[in-house]
């Protein structure tokens, strides 16, 4: 990644190597950084995409973030895809949950939904934010 992204979700999960190894083999993300603690839950880990990346690490951290997350429910991310249909049937090949199969939206996208293990969803699709402003 040439340059770091200005803006990078941020999540938290139970069992967060279990989203690192969904994320990497299911979407295709690349595992940049993984930090774990002395008891071997990720503390802070980095994952890209492109030029995108999102953070993840352990939820019952004790950190300062963890408490102001806790409780929180699940969130959405939306990631920008060449070819939807191919990067869906990595993710059903991976047993990924299909929240909304590869659909042709009436904004001229082409898009899909998933759900990790723990409840957030990811939309893949070839809407690309900006890219008309540049």
Not at 38 to 66: I, K, Q
Not at 75 to 88: I, K, L, N, Q
Not at 108 to 132: C, H, I, K, Q
Request: glycine residues 12%; aromatic residues 8%.
């Amino acid at each position: 990644m040439a340059e770091a992204p200005d803006i990078c979700p941020t999540l938290r999960y139970a069992d967060a190597k279990a989203a690192i190894t969904l994320l990497t083999e299911a979407f295709g993300f690349t595992a940049t950084a993984v930090y774990e603690g002395e008891d071997g839950r990720v503390m802070h880990a980095e994952l890209t995409y492109g030029n995108g990346m999102v953070m993840l690490g352990s939820a019952g951290s004790g950190s300062e973030f963890d408490r102001r997350m806790a409780g929180g429910g699940p969130t959405g991310v939306y990631v920008h895809v060449a070819d939807v249909d191919e990067h869906h049937a990595r993710a059903v090949a991976h047993g990924v949950e299909i929240a909304m199969p590869p659909t042709d939206q009436d904004y001229g996208s082409r898009d899909y939904m998933a759900l990790d293990a723990e409840g957030n969803v990811w939309s893949f699709g070839t809407y690309a934010p900006g890219a008309a402003d540049e």
